[in-house]
């Protein structure tokens, strides 16, 4: 193992220095590798790649196989990076036993380094038992698009002081049953504030605020791939549009026959 690589050791040390944690999600070797020579912090390998790379409109599809899949990818890209596995639907709410099992196959054949679930006090226990099995376990409150189809559609979280309650409650009750950090997704930049303060270990925001410990965003999101970008990232480059204009100017040359030219032939 790279001496210099983060462990869960180091998360609460990196909040209370004040030192940001910078998190992007990766879903495959290339762009794992690029996040890693970039100096990205932590790589998640989201169930959000069911949207960004798999075509499904929601996360919900996404199996373990996927997952079990880009995470190897991932690791093979950035072997020195702490990469986190995010417990697709269904593959823990069922049991514990079986949640126990997934977790175990992040760990012992994707290589991952912790796994992320959703929710807050009804996993206190499972929490406890993966942790206690020697897997780190990251946390995720606010919004949660595993529970798209209960909440109705994507929204803000903790708006109303009793919501902003429990989000708070949720989270001091992952902090006890052992998780590492946890995200909070789409929550207003006050609470982001409060929250943080509140907890000993880190809080990575999405959408959540500047005050949090750490920032998580969807490479596709900062890259451009996509034509939507949502409320809470910033574009750092127009890939999609680079993309599309490359691929147009190669059809163009293999059409009007100035490709492939002698250069790129064999004698």
Do not use: W
């Amino acid at each position: 193992m790279n001496k210099n690589k983060i462990t869960v050791s180091a998360f609460a040390k990196r909040k209370a220095s004040g030192e940001k944690l910078i998190m992007v999600t990766a879903y495959d070797t290339p762009s794992a590798a690029a996040a890693a020579a970039a100096g990205i912090d932590l790589l998640l390998v989201g169930d959000s790649v069911g949207t960004t790379v798999l075509g499904y409109e929601t996360t919900l599809p996404v199996t373990m196989a996927d997952m079990l899949h880009h995470t190897a990818a991932v690791r093979r890209g950035a072997p020195d990076a702490f990469v986190i596995f995010d417990m697709p639907f269904m593959s823990y709410q069922p049991s514990d036993d079986e949640a126990l099992r997934n977790a175990g196959r992040a760990i012992k054949e994707a290589g991952a380094d912790a796994v992320k679930l959703e929710g807050g006090a009804e996993h206190v226990g499972l929490i406890r038992r993966l942790v206690g099995a020697g897997i780190p376990v990251m946390g995720h409150l606010g919004l949660l698009p595993q529970r798209i189809q209960s909440v109705g559609g994507y929204r803000v979280a903790g708006r109303t002081e009793a919501a902003a309650a429990q989000l708070l409650a949720d989270a001091r009750a992952l902090e006890e049953a052992g998780v590492f950090a946890i995200v909070f997704e789409c929550i207003p930049s006050e609470l982001g504030r409060r929250i943080t303060s509140e907890l000993q270990v880190p809080t990575i925001g999405i959408g959540s605020g500047p005050d949090c410990s750490g920032q998580v965003q969807v490479i596709h999101d900062l890259l451009g791939l996509l034509d939507f970008t949502p409320k809470h990232a910033r574009r750092y480059a127009e890939l999609g549009n680079m993309m599309r204009e490359a691929l147009s100017a190669y059809a163009q040359d293999v059409r009007s026959g100035a490709f492939p030219s002698e250069s790129n032939c064999f004698k």
